[in-house]
């Protein structure tokens, strides 16, 4: 079997959840990033592996510290 069963899905992520060894893909890496923040996984937890997909932050990416202008205008009565 191959390590890329699905080609729509070039990114194989590896960990153990409980006793058993998990294994999940994803389409891009903001869906794996997700996943590893929903799951908080450290990177020392998981392996990952790609089929010639470069990954910039490989799971390691902090989250932004900026803040979002506000979206609602000021209104005077």
Do not use: A
Not at 67 to 72: D, F, I, T
């Amino acid at each position: 079997m191959s390590d890329f069963p699905y080609e729509m899905f070039p990114i194989k992520l590896v960990h153990v959840e409980g006793k058993y060894k998990k294994t999940c893909w994803f389409q891009c890496e903001n869906h794996l990033q997700k996943y590893l923040d929903r799951s908080k996984l450290s990177p020392k937890d998981y392996e990952i592996k790609t089929n010639n997909v470069e990954i910039v932050g490989k799971g390691n990416r902090r989250k932004s510290t900026q803040k979002r202008p506000s979206s609602r205008s000021s209104s005077t009565n």
